[in-house]
């Protein structure tokens, strides 16, 4: 069955490091999602990417994030200049249209020191 | 204003009882999620609605647009089913959670 593959699973970071999360889609998907939570708190949506572009960003993706496909399987979430509160689960998600069931990787835990 | 809003934050229950979890939203929605997220941390979408019922297995779902109100039922409880069990709501491409229902099935 095709499954959201995400890597590393778990990453540790200096603070002040860049870090790249990274993410393999569903291959026919359309749509791609990152979303973070922080250790005993919900799920909270970053940004949600189509057509090569960011199509809805949340008010926590602030211009130390990015995001990227760069070659038309992966996807990436980039941290440019990482801080102690970064440090959560990252999950991406991929949906073959928007209005469906997204798909979950299984998450990067990122642990910023 | 927490725009979603499950009920109960924990549920323990005994194998083979009926599952009730309830999720509330204020905001206008395309879509409603029902997400599962085991213990080691990985979610699976459960459901999709945006009326009506869905059912699949010992799951079903069911959501009430004018009441704002959705529900996940389990029939037969199984300690698998053990996990944390998330609304979500799509507005346009935004998606909004809740803080989850802690299932917990005891054999």
């Known amino acids: 069955e095709p499954e959201v593959t995400q890597t590393p699973s778990h990453q540790v970071t200096q603070m002040g490091q860049e870090v790249i999360l990274r993410c393999v889609p569903i291959?026919?998907?359309?749509?791609f999602y990152w979303y973070r939570q922080i250790l005993g708190q919900k799920v909270e949506f970053l940004v949600s990417?189509?057509?090569?572009?960011?199509?809805?960003k949340s008010e926590i993706f602030d211009d130390q994030f990015s995001v990227e496909r760069p070659d038309g399987s992966n996807f990436t979430l980039k941290i440019r200049s990482t801080k102690l509160e970064d440090s959560a689960m990252y999950f991406c998600?991929?949906?073959?249209?928007?209005?469906?069931?997204?798909?979950f990787g299984q998450g990067t835990r990122l642990t910023v020191v | 204003k927490n725009e979603v809003e499950q009920s109960p934050q924990n549920l323990t229950a005994q194998e083979g009882e009926f599952i009730t979890i309830n999720c509330s939203y204020s905001v206008g929605i395309s879509a409603l999620h029902w997400l599962q997220q085991h213990p080691g941390g990985g979610i699976v979408s459960l459901f999709m609605l945006s009326s009506g019922k869905k059912k699949h297995g010992r799951l079903i779902a069911t959501i009430n647009i004018q009441e704002k109100h959705s529900s996940l039922h389990i029939t037969a409880s199984h300690p698998r089913d053990s996990a944390v069990y998330i609304c979500?709501?799509?507005?346009?491409?935004?998606?909004?959670f809740g803080a989850g229902t802690r299932l917990t099935v005891k054999p």
């Open positions: 979500a709501v799509r507005q346009n491409n935004d998606m909004r």
């Open positions: 291959s026919n998907h359309l749509y």
């Open positions: 990417f189509y057509n090569n572009e960011i199509s809805e």
């Open positions: 998600a991929s949906s073959p249209v928007r209005e469906s069931e997204a798909f």
